[in-house]
């Protein structure tokens, strides 16, 4: 039997994904949590084999967030995303967090079953979709960004000065050109309109 912890702020999708594992005798559905540390709190409580993990929370912590604390406990679940999310940064950063899969809530039923039991036997499930664009981007890698990077420039999107970039992240209005400096070298654009742009056709931001 694999014990599966579920980790999604939705009701709909949660009650969805029960009724659908509800007809495989092999999967139990133990718990379930609406925020990251809930999850987090689940998988330490609960011991499930394998957390199914949403991305995005409504929250300032993320499933890939989740997925790290979870990955660094004690003999910890494997931790299989499933989101509506499939830009290379959130593919990139659930995999780098430890997720031992990722597919997309549109997966047919038996994609993700698959996946659950491919997961708790230790193996990696990859949607063929996002295997391919992990592939890609393996063979033709594109400029990165740091972390502190990638949230100036998610402030820049957003339509946010320098000044309330720097306050909003608790540094300096220097530190915050040194910032978009780097950012305008790696992704070799002039502009901040051009550096946003430019990231988004690269997956860099949602």
Excluded: C
Aim: proline letters at 6%; a negative charge.
């Amino acid at each position: 039997m694999i014990r599966i912890g579920l980790a999604d702020d939705h009701p709909v999708v949660r009650a969805g994904l029960r009724a659908m594992l509800s007809g495989d005798p092999d999967l139990d559905m133990i718990g379930e949590a609406v925020t990251p540390d809930d999850a987090v709190a689940l998988a330490t409580d609960l011991t499930p084999d394998v957390v199914l993990m949403d991305l995005q929370f409504g929250t300032d912590q993320t499933g890939a967030d989740a997925t790290r604390r979870i990955r660094a406990l004690p003999n910890p679940p494997a931790v299989l995303v499933l989101t509506n999310y499939d830009t290379d940064s959130d593919i990139l950063d659930a995999v780098e967090a430890g997720a031992s899969g990722y597919l997309l809530k549109d997966a047919p039923p038996e994609e993700l079953i698959a996946a659950i039991h491919a997961a708790a036997s230790g193996e990696t499930a990859l949607a063929p979709a996002i295997a391919g664009r992990l592939l890609a981007r393996m063979r033709s890698p594109q400029p990165s960004l740091s972390a502190r990077e990638t949230e100036v420039l998610r402030l820049v999107a957003d339509g946010a000065t320098n000044n309330e970039i720097a306050a909003q992240l608790h540094i300096s209005d220097a530190t915050v050109k040194s910032h978009l400096v780097h950012i305008y070298t790696k992704l070799d654009v002039p502009s901040r309109t051009a550096a946003v742009a430019t990231a988004r056709d690269t997956g860099l931001l949602r």
